[in-house]
Nanobody, 119 residues
Framework: QVQLVESGGGLVQAGGSLTLSCTAS????????MGWYRQTPGKERELAAS???????EYARSVQGRFTISRDNAKTTWYLQMNSLEPEDTAVYYC?????????????WGQGTQVTVSS
C-alpha cells in the first residue's frame, strides 16, 4: 500500500519562504504524475504545481514564478519550494501521486499540511 507523508508546513510572514516535502513509501510502480494541491475552507482543492513522468512542470497562474516543484532522482520524494509567500497562499497543502499499479492507475493523497502566511 502506497502512503504519502508530508512535512514542512507552518507559519510564515508575507514575503517569506517555506519548503514542503512529500515522501512516498511502498511500491509506487510506474509514476505518472506527482504534485501539490491546496485547499481553503469552503473552496475546492486546486492544483498548485505538478510534475509529469517526463519531468514537465505545471503551475497555477497564481503561484507562477514564486513556487518551484522538484523531485529527487529516485522519484520517491518531491518538494514544493514556496518563495515570496502571500496571505492568499494560506491553505492546507496536499501532496498527490498518480501511478500505474499494473492493474490500473491509482491515486494517493498526503495527509495535508497547513501553511499560514501572515500579513
Amino acid at each position: 500500500q502506497v502512503q504519502l507523508v508530508e512535512s514542512g508546513g507552518g507559519l510564515v510572514q508575507a514575503g517569506g519562504s517555506l519548503t514542503l516535502s512529500c515522501t512516498a513509501s511502498g511500491s509506487t510502480g510506474n509514476i505518472n504524475r506527482m504534485g501539490w494541491y491546496r485547499q481553503t475552507p469552503g473552496k475546492e482543492r486546486e492544483l498548485a504545481a505538478s510534475l509529469n513522468r517526463g519531468g514537465d512542470s505545471e503551475y497555477a497562474r497564481s503561484v507562477q514564478g514564486r513556487f518551484t516543484i522538484s523531485r529527487d532522482n529516485a522519484k520517491t520524494t518531491w518538494y514544493l519550494q514556496m518563495n515570496s509567500l502571500e496571505p492568499e497562499d494560506t491553505a492546507v497543502y496536499y501532496c498527490y501521486l498518480r501511478y500505474w499499479s499494473g492493474f490500473g492507475y491509482r491515486e494517493r493523497w498526503g495527509q495535508g499540511t497547513q501553511v499560514t502566511v501572515s500579513s
